[in-house]
Nanobody, 127 residues
Framework: QVQLAESGGGLVQTGGSLRLSCAAA????????MGWFRQAPGKDREFVAV????????DYGDSAKGRFTISRDNAKNTAFLQMNSLKPEDTAVYSC????????????????????WGQGTQVTVSS
């Protein structure tokens, strides 16, 4: 089992920045790829970013490219999502998720490929 807990969400103005954290407890954090997803009211869950277990590979959804950066610190069992140039359309609940090393990298844009999920943190961007 892996327990995930997000933090860092909040209210920010358009153009502002937030840094989300995902703290992991339980089994070996460094063996999991870590992803971030978001879901706005009335919309489907959307892939935001993923980072490989070593941190050497990353992938971003179209809405995140050029503005968001995913990273991880395996020594601290924590993954991060740095979000810059935020827009009102970024308003959503952001959740982190862990996928075991057996999952194919090419499929990690898909939510059901992940084994564990956090509860989510609300991000609200005001116009």
């Amino acid at each position: 089992q892996v327990q995930l807990a997000e933090s860092g969400g909040g209210l920010v103005q358009t153009g502002g920045s937030l840094r989300l954290s995902c703290a992991a407890a339980g089994r070996t954090f460094s063996s999991y790829s870590m992803g971030w997803f978001r879901q706005a009211p009335g919309k489907d869950r959307e892939f935001v970013a993923v980072i490989s277990w070593s941190g050497s590979s990353t992938d971003y959804g179209d809405s995140a490219k050029g503005r968001f950066t995913i990273s991880r610190d395996n020594a601290k069992n924590t993954a991060f999502l740095q979000m810059n140039s935020l827009k009102p359309e970024d308003t959503a609940v952001y959740s982190c998720a862990a996928a075991s090393g057996a999952r194919r990298w090419s499929r990690l844009r898909i939510g059901h490929e992940y084994d564990y999920w956090g509860q989510g943190t609300q991000v609200t961007v005001s116009s």
